[in-house]
């Protein structure tokens, strides 16, 4: 599915050009289950950014389903968000200005789903994450926890072939780390999803078949998870 | 650019203000006026009986001085220059009164009858730059009698604001050079203007009631027709802003001044308010950027005031700048396009105090206007709120909103206007005048003689179609008479013509016929036009009759209406009657299509040749109208500088306050842009707000604008053109764009950017 080939991303600093991502080589197949851990500042965040087309490298080759990603122009972008990829943001990066419910439906409007299943399927997630209470609230009135549970919602609510996830579960407690695991787990395994997470967590990696340990933007080496 | 508007606005004020205001006895120097009663209102002329002023100056100890004032048309003759021109008879006081300084010569030298003063424009038109003290000018009254006039005084330039001046002076006693037969006691004759001077304004009330006496005499001089109610004063220090109201008086009235002067306030102060709600908007929604720095301030210690007053002198600061700017760009260039438009000399100062107080007060004024609203806004918030970052500016205020809304409504009244002034010169300009006027010449002549002679030489010229003869003529004279009927009197323009001035001039008849072309035929008929016939509700208007001095007259034919003199002057009723050829004035011409100037040229060559020593009078019909025509697209051009300037003003405000929102909106794009939303989606999120304040606006600007304009088009024109919808729509259509044009450079700007610097978390 995702075939990275001698990626670099670099922020010019002065005259030098200070490497964030260097020669990353990786081949994720569909239904894979990665995740990529490293300290912080090893540039993962920014290898999910390229992952999940937020950003673009400035060399090597990216494709995507045997499309060249780096020949993509923004409508085919705009396309890839709609019907691939879902994305969860260490940040949360929720619209402030809308409602949980209104967040979660926001894709589903881009996608031009139906009123009806909108309707339904944001019910579904909603109950799934036990957050029908909250659906009126707006971010602002939520704890950074329940953010990022809303923030994961919303990733799955496209029902995508791709979910990337940048520590999607930095801000909860272990117990409902664990339940966004076992969703992310099923579905890998019941619908064929495939997975790219980024984690600090050696037991949340463990849910992944294959770990990615990056340093200082570079692959140190891979792992497989038996 | 606000400002700027402001300081002409006020240069043109004081302009108008300061009319008059340069001389010495302003408060001391009265007009004569009297009051009558015509067609049921009171009127008040500025004429007076010729015998009032010498009566005054025997009668009233009060009164200092006395000057009379009368004008004829004479020729003028220096060496190769001869002019018709317009002379001024006066008393010696005259320039006692009016203090206007001379250049050359001493002011006291009119008492002596054979002396000239002169305007610097008429000394430069007959001497150049060259003192003319001493010389002799040749004056001729009519063709045999003439006087030789020495030159004693030349006055310098006068200011523009005035109400009264000249071109010659000289002693009133002339009338009688220029007229042996003119009495100087007849009180059923009137001079142009009787001035008198008090040392004590005060007394003026003793003076009054001593006029009744003469109220008296002149009653039982004139017919009923003319009879007087009262006479009065009007001070020279605010003659100019009355002569409107008074008939036939000979000072300028600055009225139109006075209402230009409404208008522009109004405008200045609608492109001040833009200014400023521009301001408040961009001030609410950027001072978002500032909120970590007013939570900071607020944690160390500063009161709610302290921020106020910082927001406030801030702001004080920021309007000074823009003064100095305003300023310089009025200065520099908004006064002087508005004198070179309109071709004078508002006589503008930096140095005036007054100038510096108005600007204070614009400074201060706009300064706090502008800035407490913002400023108490920013500062209302907690502390704890800002830090923890929950609060959010801008966006979801309603003022914003309702400013912004405000501006558009304002901005789509001064499009509109542009617009609309600039078709209605357009429609102005193709409006027919109601008969013939482009194939049309007119020739004054002095006498019947001349008339004949002149006649004989332009019938042979083959582009010549029709000959007539008038005393008066469309576009340049005529006389007021009224009618007597059995149940009422009433006022009618009087034009007195030949048989063939219809065809001449091209004049349509709507029913009956015109004279016949007869020697001493219709005398005692007219033909009048369809305003009368409207106005005296005449179903069957042939054959009414009615008196004129005793004499009865019986209509013979209707005229369609006619412009007589430009479309500003409402058509008044009027009358045709047949002329005395010994009263023939004009000779008038109808010409092949095409051919109107090549004809005009080769009869004023023949001309000069037939009558060496009398200067041509004459012209292109079309032309009688002098600047009529520049003038009114004066005005399109006015609105279109004025509609450009509010309407800069508000994509300025529209441009600031959505890029300031998107900017402030960039991460939740960035979001969105992930979420898949495309093109059209982001378009929709940016406009959606905008769209209901701009629908808003539109649906009050519009209709709003179409009644202020109608209102202001009557008011302004008399006649206009006839109002419709167009710019209406067009001012519409381009605040449309304008928000179609903002739309998309900042949708260009949301969708060029790369998602990720927008999810960058600070
Ligand atoms: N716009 C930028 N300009 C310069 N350097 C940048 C920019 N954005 C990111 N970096 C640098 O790139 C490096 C990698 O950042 P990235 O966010 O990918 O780290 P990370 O591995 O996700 O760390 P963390 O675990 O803390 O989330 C960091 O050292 C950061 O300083
Ligand atoms: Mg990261």
């Known amino acids: 599915m995702i075939e990275l080939k001698n990626i670099e991303r670099y922020y010019p600093a002065g005259s030098l050009k200070t490497y964030v991502l260097r020669y990353v080589n990786a081949h994720i197949a569909e239904g894979e289950f990665v995740s990529i851990m490293g300290p912080s500042g090893s540039g993962k965040s920014t290898l999910l950014h390229i992952l999940g087309m937020l950003d673009e490298p400035t060399d090597g080759e990216f494709w995507f389903l045997g499309e060249a990603v780096h020949k993509f122009n923004e409508r085919r972008r705009t396309e890839m968000y709609r019907e691939y990829i879902g994305f969860v943001f260490q940040a949360y990066h929720l619209i402030d200005d809308l409602t949980v419910y209104e967040n979660l439906e926001t894709p589903l409007i881009y996608k031009k789903v139906p009123s009806a299943e909108r309707k339904s399927r944001i019910a579904d997630l909603l109950d799934r994450f036990n957050m029908v209470a909250k659906k009126d609230l707006f971010p602002a009135q939520l704890s950074g926890g329940q953010q990022q549970l809303v923030g994961v919602a919303r990733a799955l609510i496209g029902r995508p072939k791709l979910i990337l996830a940048d520590e999607p579960t930095g801000n909860l407690q272990s117990q409902q780390a664990k339940e966004i695991m076992e969703v992310f787990r099923q579905l890998n395994k019941e619908d064929g999803v495939t997975i790219v997470q980024v984690t600090h967590s050696e037991e949340n990696a463990k849910y992944g078949n294959r770990i990615l340990h990056l340093k200082d933007g570079r692959v140190e080496n891979e792992e497989l998870v038996k | 650019m606000a400002i700027g508007v402001c300081v002409f606005i006020y240069a043109f004020a004081n302009w108008t203000y300061s009319t008059d205001q340069f001389h010495r006895y302003k408060n001391e120097v009265f007009l004569v006026t009297f009051l009558a009663n015509r067609d049921g209102t009171l009127q008040q002329y500025g004429q007076t009986p010729r015998p009032l002023g010498e009566m005054l100056r025997k009668d009233f100890a009060h009164i200092k001085k006395v000057c009379r004032v009368d004008d004829r048309n004479v020729v003028l003759k220096y060496e190769g220059n001869t002019f018709h021109e317009r002379v001024r008879y006066t008393d010696p006081e005259f320039l006692e009164m009016f203090t206007f300084p001379l250049k050359w010569g001493t002011s006291n030298s ?67 050079v220029s007229d042996p037969d003119y009495d100087f006691q007849d009180w059923n004759s009137f001079v142009n203007a009787t001035l008198i001077q008090v040392d004590n304004p005060s007394d003026l009330e003793s003076i009054e009631q001593g006029m009744e006496k003469y109220r008296i005499i002149q009653n039982e001089a004139v017919k009923k027709d003319w009879a007087i109610a009262a006479f009065a004063f009007e001070p020279l220090a605010t003659l100019h802003e009355r002569s409107e109201d008074i008939r036939d008086d000979i000072s300028r009235s600055s009225k139109d001044n006075y209402a230009s002067i409404v208008f522009l306030s109004i405008i200045g102060i609608f492109m001040l308010a833009l200014a400023c709600f521009n301001y408040i908007n961009i001030a609410i929604v950027s001072v978002a950027k500032r909120l970590k720095e007013i939570g900071i301030r607020k944690s160390i210690g500063a009161t709610r005031k302290i921020v106020v007053v910082q927001f406030l002198s801030e702001n004080i600061v920021i309007t000074f700048f823009s003064l100095i700017l305003g300023l310089g760009l009025g200065v520099s260039v908004i006064i002087p396009w508005f004198e070179q438009m309109w071709g004078f000399n508002m006589a503008f100062q930096l140095m005036d105090k007054n100038l510096w107080l108005y600007l204070s007060a614009i400074l201060l004024l706009t300064g706090v206007a502008s800035g407490l609203y913002p400023s108490l806004y920013i500062s209302k918030f907690q502390s704890i709120e800002i830090l923890k970052g929950s609060v959010k500016f801008g966006r979801k205020n309603p003022v914003t909103k309702l400013l912004l809304v405000f501006q558009l409504i304002l901005a789509c009244i001064l499009i509109t206007s542009a617009v609309m002034f600039t078709q209605n010169s357009i429609y102005l300009a193709n409006r027919s005048w109601g008969y013939n006027q482009r194939e049309a010449l007119y020739i004054s002549v002095s006498d019947h003689s001349d008339f004949e002679k002149l006649k004989v030489i332009v019938a042979q010229n083959p582009n010549v179609m029709s000959i007539a003869g008038s005393s008066h003529h469309l576009g340049k004279s005529n006389a007021t008479t009224v009618l007597h009927m059995p149940d009422r009197e009433y006022e009618a323009d009087q034009l007195s013509v030949d048989a063939k ?262």
């Open chain 2, 501 to 762: 001035y219809f065809e001449t001039m091209g004049l349509h008849l709507a029913a009956g016929r015109v004279f016949n072309n007869q020697e001493g035929s219709d005398k005692q008929t007219v033909i009048v036009n369809e305003l009368l016939v409207k106005n005296m509700a005449w179903s069957q208007p042939i054959g009414q009759q009615f008196e004129i001095d005793s004499s009865r007259f019986v209509v013979i034919g209707v005229v369609k209406d006619f412009h007589s003199y430009s479309f500003f002057i409402p058509i008044n009723p009027t009358i045709f009657r047949v002329a005395d050829k010994a009263d023939f004035r004009f000779l008038s011409l109808k010409v092949r299509p095409g051919s109107t100037l090549e004809t005009y040229k080769a009869i004023q060559t023949q001309w000069a040749v037939l009558f060496p020593d009398d200067p041509f009078q004459g012209g292109c019909q079309e032309d009688v109208w002098g600047n009529y025509y520049e003038e009114i697209s004066i005005h399109g051009k006015f609105w279109r500088a004025v509609a450009f300037m509010a309407l800069m003003l508000a994509i300025l405000g529209l441009y600031g306050l959505m890029s300031l929102n998107v900017a402030g909106r960039v991460r939740e794009f960035s979001i969105r842009k992930v979420l898949g939303a495309g093109l059209k989606n982001i378009a929709a999120s940016i406009t959606r707000q905008y769209l209901i304040l701009f629908a808003a606006a539109l649906i009050i600007g519009a209709p709003a604008s179409y009644i202020l304009l109608k209102f202001v088009l009557e008011y302004a024109y008399t006649y206009h053109m006839p109002i419709n919808y167009s710019g209406v729509v067009m001012a519409v259509a381009i605040l449309i764009l304008v928000l179609l044009t903002t739309v998309s450079l900042q949708l260009r700007r949301v969708l060029k950017s790369n998602p990720v610097d927008g999810l960058k978390v600070e």
């Open chain 2, 110 to 176: 009119l008492s002596d009858v054979n002396n000239i003063i002169l305007s610097e424009k008429m000394s430069i038109k007959y001497f150049g730059e060259e003192n003319p003290i001493g010389q002799n000018i040749l004056m001729k009254f009519d063709k045999v009698k003439n006087k030789v006039f020495k030159i004693t005084g030349v006055a310098k330039s006068f200011p523009r604001a005035r109400t009264i001046g000249f071109d010659f002076l000289i002693n009133f006693e002339n009338l009688q």
